[in-house]
DNA sequence: TGGTTTTCTGAGCTATTGCTCATCGTATGG
DNA sequence: CCATACGATGAGCAATAGCTCAGAAAACCA
């Protein structure tokens, strides 16, 4: 049976990844002990690795972290503020702050009294969500501020909430809609319908937001995810759009504009300032215009993001 | 300043501990990044594990399972312990323990040099070899370590040496006596004659001895099975029996009590403290004071055991 | 200041690990 | 029932990590 297999092969990668990170043995002691090849041995710790059985979690505030993370914090009013050591050898590596977020999701889930969690987009977004330990809490609620449908019709991008879901048993609620619709008149129309109005009413009594941050320009990830047009880009371009958070461009100050895809956008829209704690999570140079803006709007009221990101906002 | 110095040394400790275990750097690219020699490196990320600035936490039942074992290890120092994750539906299961015995005897036959295990009484060690993997063992011996005709004169309790050598073709020496006899003289001349003195020669020479543990209450398995009727426990608890292990009885500090059934006992005495590796195969609630007496007083210097029973012995 | 001790560093060796490739066994499907 | 393909396995090799040792730098003491 293959579930009966999978199961003994992760109970046994879980024997081997115990042996090796906790109790310190080689793979070759494992081999013997778990009676298979040290070939086999290997790969049970590789899988132990891969089905992060095993997480690794840093204990010491590194100085220089801790105090860009202040910094952040105090400058910009912020609840919340994480800073992870750059990845010198890749900076667009959003492994760290994934683990972060995982971590902040983790905590806030781990409540017993129902709570309600809003995603936005990003792939550090959906990074967190693949790397939250699994854990029932049928009472708490996972939203998507987000449309879940593409350009093409279909729902198949990357349904984080649903993950989510999956991970905690949370009753969750996708948003059926498209990212934008064709007109400003049928967004209205749309966004009053029931199921949505309904998915509003949720997202509003969010007790966090988790959302990714997205630079404006010609590599935003709206556009790659093919969810604004070339044109529909740069005209927002045009219009001063610097960054999107979940779809919603905003300008160099922060202030969410009033036309383009915009007026056509389903997206929940965030407060502005911010009351209901939004984190923002992003890193990058390309990133930090954006960051900076969502900060100085109001748009987040906090923030993960690295070492060097975090300097580059500060020095601005 | 000293404190500045190790302070930034922790901090490059902690940097380089993140870059190795979460980022996945070789130490090589760590030691380019933070501008110092491999060597340096890896010392900085052994310096990050020793001070515990990074902690491994295993997400699978499992983990709770190690360390279980790891304790009761250290704690008795045993020679080998194994702990099986709990069966919540079914505390008693003897299952899973049986099935990790039979791992042991099927590594332990696996060896081309002639072996000698001998097996005491328990469900546990009767369902450890009806799992044992076939195999063509010629020159291995399995010896009994309990009678094995009950008091009506039937040979007919369950055969676990003959099964066991069915299934390695090994040479077997169950024993013919019965559990006890009318008295110490007599059991003090049985044992002398020459089949019951080959079968203790061959049992003193063991390589590996499989024991089940009986707690001696209104339950005790040995009433059960008929060996010893109800007037010989409630004995056998007056002088302060708690346990049982091939039929020889002990006290809650594991001491052969030197009276009652003990007397009349064919079975071979266990070594005190034991030298050949001993290993005592039991589950249950009830076997919590049994086990953890065997335990102390040495009686066996391995067990086998489940997550509940494990935490209930280290809980005392 | 000069000697002494201690700590740190890097070179180089050995053990350990990760990976590739060929093989084997087994499940799947015609 | 056989053919095919898929995944698992072990051997062997290249990369990586851990360790020891000798020397250098720093700290300490008289």
Redesign the pocket.
Known sequence: M?AE?DKS?LDDAARAGWL?FIAG??????AKMLQ????????L??LC?AERLITFRLEHPIAACMELAARLKERFELVHCEVVPADPAAPQAVAGIAERCANLLDSTLRSETPVIVALGTGRAVRAAVERVTPIDRPNHQIVSLVGNISADGSASFYDTVGRLADRTGARHYPMPLPFLMSSEDERNKMVRIEPIAKVKAVAAKADLRLVGIGQMDQKAQVHIDGFVTRDELFEMMRLGAIGEITGWAYDAKGRLLKAGTNKRLTSIPPEVPARTTTIGAAVGAAKVPAIAAALSGGLINGLITDEATARAILER
Chains 1, 2 share one sequence.
Do not use: G
Not at 25 to 30: C, L, M, S, V
Not at 36 to 43: D, G, M, N, P, W
């Open positions: 293959a297999n092969r090796y043995h080689t793979q070759d002691e494992i298979v090849s040290r070939a086999s041995a290997q790969r710790v590789s690795l």
